[in-house]
């Protein structure tokens, strides 16, 4: 390939010289003007001059030839200049291929596989100090020590599964919310031990609020994560009854910042976000490197969730790890999005409640999400601005998936719209409908299931929620976990649809 490549542009070459060489040999032959007589033309002013007299009609006919002349070497230019970028186009595309096949090739000396037990101890590709609002970056090697470098996988299940990076897969970064809390080493500690590839996942810990303690938590890590500092640390004028909700204000002004950090200054075509109080399950990076081509793939998807709000112990299916729902409710807490995504959002971020703001028709514009069975974070920080909203009730007994699900080997399509919708509401529907009563009544059903429950309005939703133990909150209109109005979940080990009837359209933003 590479002598055929060689043999072309001497080609190209040769041929643009013998052109210059057969342009000058036509110039030199050439009659000089005023002169044409001495070769058996007609001299200026005389009887067979180039026009009908002499004189200034001569001297008109004299700037014609002039310009006709100048025509013609400006189009011998033209072919030249075209010739000249034919060669270097050849040229430049042999050297783009060389470059590619000397990169494969050293690819594939260089990089050893890389196994979640055992990950590599490097930065990846990013090495940068934000701080003031500047910007450095350098490429740096990873320490050989440091605080998860020595973490084990204690996982017998996934010990043999590997990445291996090349050019032609993701780079999927990690943005990390920190800001006061110590405890965001859980957190780290974690995501180091499970990820595959410092160069496929860079972990970028982005901190407000100023707090030295963390700061020099996160400082620990050296090179195996990124550290950026939210420079504004003022506080922010709001309503005085707004006052209470300072935090909220600040979340969203460090979103904000952080998100446009990692998409216009480190350049990088998707993120996942996770706060400093979340634990992430082994199959983490797994569950979002399979999912990625999905959301790409599907217009009517914004983002990938790790959380299932209804991940409760009691609520899901401990032998199905691998399931996985569309929802129409924006689960927040481990998730993933595309620029593209964040070029839509970003005009428009709210300055406080950014997750509600979310949920909002106006946002969301019919979308769903990617949400798992089985939760892939756990939240472990009830100190918050929050103040342990839904913690002690709710987010304390999540579920966190233990057991390694080989997604990527798997065929996710079944997840795009056109294919999820026909077998989702088929399943749901043609459930046998049961009445409350039958559910809390043992022995009242026979059979695994499933089971529906249909409710009719949002009083009956919220009791039939409270009953069964799910969370009974709307935002505009959608319950939690919640697509095309149905929540699925298991009760007493019967998968059970809290559906509204057949038929449904849109969600009622009044149910808030």
Known sequence: MVRKKGSLILCSAFLFVAWNALLLLYLWGRPPIGRLGELGGAEPGGKEAWGAG?????????????????????????????????????????????????????????????????????????????????????????????????LQDSQGSIRDHKVTPSSLEPVIPILVIACDRVTVKRSLDRLIQYRP?????????????????????????????????QPDLADIRVRPEHRKFQGYYKIARHYRWALNQVFHTFSQPTVVIVEDDLEVAPDFFEYFRALYPILNADPTLWCVSAWNDNGRDALVDPSRPELLYRTDFFPGLGWMLLKEMWDELEPKW???????????????????????????????????????????????????????????????????????????????????????????????????????????????????????????????????????????????????????????????????
Not at 120 to 140: C, F, H, M, W, Y
Not at 200 to 229: F, K, M, N, W
Request: glycine fraction near 8%; aromatic fraction near 10%; include cysteine.
């Open 197 to 229: 590839s410092p160069e496929l996942h860079p972990i970028i810990v982005s901190q407000d609020c100023g707090h030295a303690e963390t700061a020099r938590v996160i400082g620990s890590y050296g090179a195996q994560v990124t550290h950026i500092r």
């Open 350 to 512: 709210p300055s406080a409640f950014w997750d509600d703001w979310m949920r909002q028709p106006e946002q969301r514009r019919n979308r769903s999400c990617i949400r798992p069975e089985i939760s892939r974070t756990i939240t472990f920080g009830r100190k918050g601005v929050s103040l342990g909203q839904f913690f002690d009730q709710y987010l304390r007994y999540i579920k966190l998936n233990t057991e390694f699900v080989p997604f990527i080997k798997q065929d996710l399509s079944y997840l795009l719209k056109e294919k999820y919708d026909e077998a989702f509401i088929k399943e749901v529907y043609s459930a046998a409908l049961v009445k409350m009563e039958q559910l809390q009544q043992t022995g009242a059903l026979s059979g695994p299931g499933p089971y529906r429950v249909q409710y009719s309005s949002r009083e009956s939703f919220k009791v039939f929620a409270r009953t069964l133990g799910v969370m009974d909150d709307l935002k505009s209109g959608v319950p939690r976990t919640g697509y095309r109005g149905v929540v699925s979940f298991l009760h007493r080990g019967r998968r059970v649809f809290l559906a509204p009837p057949e038929g449904w359209t849109q969600y009622n933003t009044s149910w808030s």
């Open 54 to 150: 002499g004189g200034k009609s001569g001297r008109v006919n004299l700037a014609g030839e002039l310009i006709r002349v100048a025509e013609e070497v400006e189009e011998q230019f033209e072919t030249q200049k075209k010739l000249l970028e034919q060669i270097e186009r050849q040229r430049t595309g042999w050297a783009r291929q060389r470059a590619v096949e000397r990169r494969e090739s050293d690819d594939v000396n260089r990089v050893k596989d890389v196994t979640i037990q055992q990950p590599p101890r490097t930065s990846g590709p990013i090495r940068t100090n934000v701080a003031d609002g500047e910007q450095k970056r350098s490429l740096q090697p990873g320490p050989t020590s440091g605080p998860g470098a020595d």
